[in-house]
């Protein structure tokens, strides 16, 4: 969360143009279209692929399907590319595809005697499929097919690379088989409006449907799956198939899913209906230093950043930064907390940030998650957590970490989230996936609206962040993708200071919130249905607000608490 100390993102126009492409259907195929790629699985090693700078290595685990997937690993001025020349036909179109997982990782063509295309994703902790398709020119009959990290980032893994279309003459691998029937098939969890499930793994699957009483609800490339949107205290019947490039398989053996009952919606106990979020620095940057009883009244809930790392995977710890603060003392720190608490206020722990590195990746880890921010929840008196992790997040043991911090800490737990914009894109994002995941314990999620660049609205047009259509195109896609109204707020700096890029003004602001709440003050874009119960705003910082003469709270706090 903290701005100054974030590392470089790389959201130009370039980039975001191939975020697109990437959503742009594939040509349909013709009957004599085949896969145009040689060991396109990488089961021959690095057969017919030249990789930069020895960048590239064939490894057993992770796989997409087979045995054997690409690893590159970039290092200092090289991005780890490897490239395969594909023979195709002239005038001909493609589709490009291939599963990805790791670090940044990006798929494209050159070559096509028209226009080269590329697409991407940022890290991702599973397989993920980038697809994106290429039109050959007249006299074109070959193309170099690519795929490569980023500079500084971590490795990827790349497997089952597919040029589809017309037979272009340079010989083929082998076809797949459809798949068999899943096995296993199993309720691993239920919520008021969500059930999740979990089945075998399937040989030579790149993928599964599953079934909801007869109808496909979604499609996902791992072996488990949240089903979202259902009534409380519902029964529902669940079969999950096994896909490839051949075909689907039979259904499984179906399994009875219940939903419990209604809780009212999401945590947080005595949250006002419209609140203002604000994060307060628990260090000097240059903004106001400040006390928590320093805090102006306009904020609802206050998120102490951050809490801190522990050598034990997955626990939190936290330390008062005294002697930054001008000689805060715990004792006030605790007494300033009991403070707000009794003028109506949530005070919360942040875990994250720019520089947090807290992974919660298994069973374990998640156990220590929720244990040791129970912790200190007992021990300062915090309200709840807030979910602030910019450098991955596993959906998975996250929702698992947080729902044993509900069963321990009760319903008036406060639960809110700062995603980046990148991370509340799709409903596959594990972000996402998590807020979905405890929709029944969650308060809010407060996106960053900020330090982004250029990302996609839920009407699939490109929008620039500094704008009302940045908020509320992309606010959109959260309110349509399965979150509550209540749980959504718009997280925003509170100066120019606060934040690299993606400052606006108050103004701004309340209109984003006018138009989502009332269908009033609405930019180009405007929402096909308005939410009066949309949560609010949220911001980084109160320092950075207090250093400007508190201008946005004054302002967007006053609307926030004004709206109907």
């Given amino acids: 969360m903290y701005p100054l100390r974030r590392s470089m993102r790389f959201w130009s126009g370039a980039v975001t143009a191939a ?17 145009n790629a040689k060991n396109a699985g990488f089961e021959s090693g690095l057969a017919n692929w030249t990789c930069t700078a020895s960048s590239g290595t064939t490894v057993t685990s992770p796989v997409h399907g087979g045995s054997a997937a690409l690893k590159a690993t970039p290092a200092g001025q090289d991005n780890a590319q490897c490239t395969q020349s594909v023979a195709v036909k002239p005038n001909s179109t493609y589709t490009l595809s291939a599963w990805v997982q790791g670090g940044y990782a990006f798929l494209g063509v050159t070559g096509t005697g028209t226009t080269d295309v590329s697409t991407w994703t940022p890290d991702s902790s599973s397989w993920k499929q980038l697809s994106t398709t290429f039109t050959t020119g ?91 949107g259902l009534a409380a205290s519902t029964s529902y019947s669940f079969q999950v198939t096994a896909t490839n490039s051949a075909g689907e398989s039979a259904k499984s053996a179906a399994v009875t899913g219940t939903t419990t009952a209604s809780s009212g919606g999401g945590g947080g106990g005595a949250v006002p209906k419209h609140a203002v979020t604000g994060y307060w620095q628990n260090f000097n940057n240059g903004a106001t230093v400040q006390k928590i009883s320093d805090v102006s009244s306009q904020y609802d809930i206050i998120a102490v950043a951050f809490a801190d790392a522990t050598t034990t995977p997955g626990a939190v ?143 699939g047009k490109v929008y620039s962040q500094g704008s009302v259509d940045f908020l509320t195109a992309l606010a959109c896609i959260q309110l349509e993708g399965g979150l509550s109204p209540s749980q959504v707020g718009l997280g925003l700096p509170a100066s120019t200071s606060a934040a690299g890029s993606g400052y606006v003004s108050p103004t701004v602001v309340n209109n984003a919130l006018d138009c989502l709440t009332k269908g009033t003050n609405c930019g180009s874009f405007k929402p096909s249905k308005t939410y009066p119960d949309l949560r609010g705003a949220m911001t980084w910082s109160t320092n950075w607000d207090a250093a400007a003469g508190s201008s946005w709270s004054s302002s967007v706090g006053a609307h926030v608490h004004g709206l109907p």
Avoid at 324 to 341: E, N, P, R
Avoid at 343 to 371: E, L, Y
Avoid at 444 to 452: A, G, I, L, P, W
Wanted: proline share 2%; aromatic share 8%.
């Fill in 19 to 35: 975020l697109a492409l990437s959503l742009a259907g594939a040509a349909q195929a013709s009957a004599a279209d085949v896969n």
């Fill in 138 to 228: 007249a006299s074109t009959t070959s193309v170099s097919v690519y795929t490569h990290g980023w500079y500084g980032q971590a490795a990827y893994y790349a497997d089952d690379v597919s040029v589809y279309g017309p037979d272009g003459g340079g010989g083929t691998d082998p076809g797949p088989t459809v798949p068999g029937t899943p096995g296993g098939l199993a309720v691993s969890g239920t919520t008021s409006s969500s059930v999740s499930l979990a089945w075998n793994s399937v040989s030579g699957a790149t993928g599964y449907n599953v079934y909801r009483d007869g109808t496909k609800v979604t499609a996902v490339t791992g072996t488990s799956a949240t089903v979202t």
């Fill in 317 to 459: 710890t936290f330390n008062l930064d005294s002697a930054g603060l001008g000689g805060y003392t715990v004792d006030q720190f605790k007494a300033d907390i009991k403070a707000k608490q009794a003028a109506g206020k949530k005070v919360i722990v942040s875990v994250g940030g720019q520089n947090g590195t807290v992974s919660v990746s298994d069973s374990a880890s998640a156990t220590n998650f929720a244990n040791s921010v129970y912790s200190l929840m007992q021990t300062y008196g915090f309200d709840g957590v807030d979910i602030d992790l910019e450098n991955g997040l596993n959906a998975t043991y996250m929702s698992q970490a947080l729902r044993s911090l509900s069963s321990k800490a009760g319903s008036s737990l406060v639960i809110t989230m700062a995603p980046q914009t990148i991370d509340m894109q799709s409903t596959s994002n594990s972000y996402f996936q998590t807020a979905l995941n405890i929709k029944d314990i969650l308060t809010v999620v407060n996106m960053q609206y900020y330090n982004s660049g250029s990302m996609l609205g839920c009407d």
